[in-house]
């Protein structure tokens, strides 16, 4: 990154790359949302979470529902993050709430890795333009996947014994 820092032409041709890619995945989540209106498709996903965990609170198997899809095919422990949002009955505010506390998630990750591999935000920060204007993290965000929670614990397991959050 230094080499493109250093050479105006190699920045300007970069941030032009990186406007490029976030029009991108802005564009491909506008068709998303064309084929998956937000009244259908909000919190879509999460909505088969909470299926499962309603389960769970009624003595049942949460894997009761087996295909790909409207089944709950994540480790039990995941349904304690569930919780914590199914508590929210207002299905706008649950998506503001979990896609915010989700971006927050990502920003941890992001800023994790470069703290783990000694870069500064200097070096590091189209990561964050990189990571933020990702299609499928924005797909994400309007369905209410876990996905991205569940790297996180995978994150949290390999890099815990370093700071994860910025001094």
Same mark, same amino acid.
């Given at each position: ?5 250093s =050479?105006?032409?190699?920045l300007?041709?970069f941030?032009?790359a990186?406007c490029?890619?976030? %029009?991108l995945? #802005?564009?491909?989540?506008i068709k998303? &949302?064309k084929? =998956?209106?937000?009244s259908?498709s @909000?919190l879509a ?5 909470e299926?499962a @965990?309603n389960? #769970?609170?009624? =003595?049942q198997?949460?894997?009761a529902?087996?295909e790909?899809?409207?089944g ?5 422990p995941?349904?304690? &993050? #569930? ?7 207002d299905?706008? %505010?649950?998506?503001? #709430?979990?896609?915010?506390?989700n ?5 941890? @990750?992001?800023?994790g ?11 590091t920060?189209y990561?964050?333009v990189l ?6 993290? @924005?797909?994400? %965000?309007?369905?209410g996947q &876990? =996905?991205l &929670?569940?790297?996180?614990?995978v994150f ?9 959050i910025?001094?």
């Open positions: 990154m230094s080499k493109i820092q =050479n105006p032409f190699f300007i041709l941030l032009f990186l490029i890619y976030v %029009l995945g #802005v564009n491909t989540q998303f &949302i084929a =998956n209106p937000f259908e @909000l996903d999460f909505e088969y979470y299926q @965990l389960r #769970v609170f009624s =003595n198997d949460p894997y529902v087996r790909i899809g409207p709950y095919l994540y480790p039990l995941a349904l304690f &993050i #569930v919780e914590a949002f199914h508590y929210i009955s299905v706008q %505010l649950k998506a503001l #709430v979990y896609s915010a506390f971006v927050l998630l990502l920003l941890v @990750l992001i800023n890795v470069a703290k783990y591999y000694t870069y500064s935000f200097k070096e920060w990561w964050y990571c933020l204007g990702f299609a499928p993290f @924005l797909e994400t %965000l309007q369905i &876990i =996905n &929670i569940t790297m996180f614990g949290f397991i390999f890099f815990s014994g370093r700071v994860l910025p001094s």
